[in-house]
């Protein structure tokens, strides 16, 4: 078995709230996001980018997911682990899907691209020995937080939030999928 698949078959994220520094240098997390932009685009739209947070701005984030969460009400989403992910953080890459006018390809198509940039700088940041993990989380989907919070235009959304640090080389593993139930061979 290759590097490469040995290391996507035993792949495991890192819980962000253990993530600390260091965390990766400028030029560490442009190659990263070199890597993540190789990812499947129907028709080369680039319909997604890049919001590096760095810890002051993931501080500045938590109060204004706290204060949203607040106002929400505890019935709707509970408000310190709404904001904790950006009160632990050290380093997270927000990948905004950025949508293109295009006829030619289906607008689901983009969203896909987007998904696949957040799952390649996951495990780009993994295989290079970081702790990461996906999270969105009920404050990147509100408006007000993404327009307020992270200057998002009225058509984007947070496809991700890709939070990198250093974490411990070994976590325990979850129990996965049972692939033999969820899959149908199709032969005519």
Request: hydrophobic share 40%; glycine share 6%; aromatic share 6%.
């Amino acid at each position: 078995m290759t590097d490469a698949l040995s290391f996507l078959k035993t792949r495991r994220s890192r819980p962000a709230k253990i993530l600390t520094g260091p965390v990766p240098s400028k030029t560490a997390l442009e190659e990263l996001l070199i890597i993540a932009a190789r990812s499947p685009d129907h028709g080369k739209l680039e319909p997604w980018r890049f919001i590096v947070l760095k810890q002051a701005a993931l501080r500045r984030l938590a109060i204004l997911a706290r204060s949203l969460a607040e106002t929400a009400g505890p019935d709707v989403v509970d408000a310190n682990k709404t904001s904790r992910q950006y009160e632990t953080g050290t380093l997270a890459v927000v990948v905004v899907e950025s949508p293109k006018e295009c006829h030619k390809f289906p607008e689901i198509e983009q969203t896909y691209s987007a998904g696949a940039v957040c799952l390649s700088l996951l495990n780009a940041s993994l295989a290079s020995g970081w702790g990461a993990n996906w999270l969105s989380g009920w404050a990147s989907h509100q408006q007000k937080f993404c327009s307020e919070g992270l200057s998002l235009e009225p058509h984007e959304r947070v496809a991700g939030i890709i939070h990198i640090g250093t974490g411990p080389a070994e976590v325990p593993d979850r129990p996965r999928p049972d692939v033999y139930a969820l899959t149908n061979w199709v032969n005519s």
